[in-house]
């Protein structure tokens, strides 16, 4: 029987986890700890990065996904991570569009490849 395949985890507004939650994406793992994290107006940024840091430290999880405004809250936490898995990716929210300048991880692919490589 093949290995079990790893979890998305998502850190966002409360429509953008509503989303994913009906899509399917809830879990909690074997400490009864989830896989998301519902930001509101009065979640700390340090429970923010605290949470993000635990999700890069589970095995289980192999992307994460944030609003990119809540992303800009813990910039520092996203530019230290440079592992591959779990990938983190941006997303935008019901209410901040999405912003490639923002991107971090965008910029470092971006900073991958020449124009020279797309000809």
Do not use: W
Request: charged share 30%; with cysteine.
């Amino acid at each position: 029987m093949p290995g079990r395949g790893k979890l998305i985890a998502v850190i966002g507004d409360e429509d953008t986890c509503t989303g994913f939650l009906l899509g399917g994406v809830g879990e909690l793992n074997k400490n009864r700890k989830p896989n998301f994290l519902v930001v509101e107006k009065d979640t700390s940024i340090t429970e923010i990065e605290e949470t993000f840091k635990s999700f890069l430290a589970r095995s289980d999880i192999g992307i994460i996904l944030i609003n990119q405004f809540i992303a800009e809250m813990i910039r520092h936490a996203i530019d230290a991570h440079m592992e591959s898995i779990p990938a983190v990716l941006e997303i935008p929210s019901k209410e901040h569009p999405y912003d490639a300048s923002k991107d971090s991880i965008l910029r470092r692919a971006k900073g991958m490849f020449s124009a020279e490589d797309f000809r």
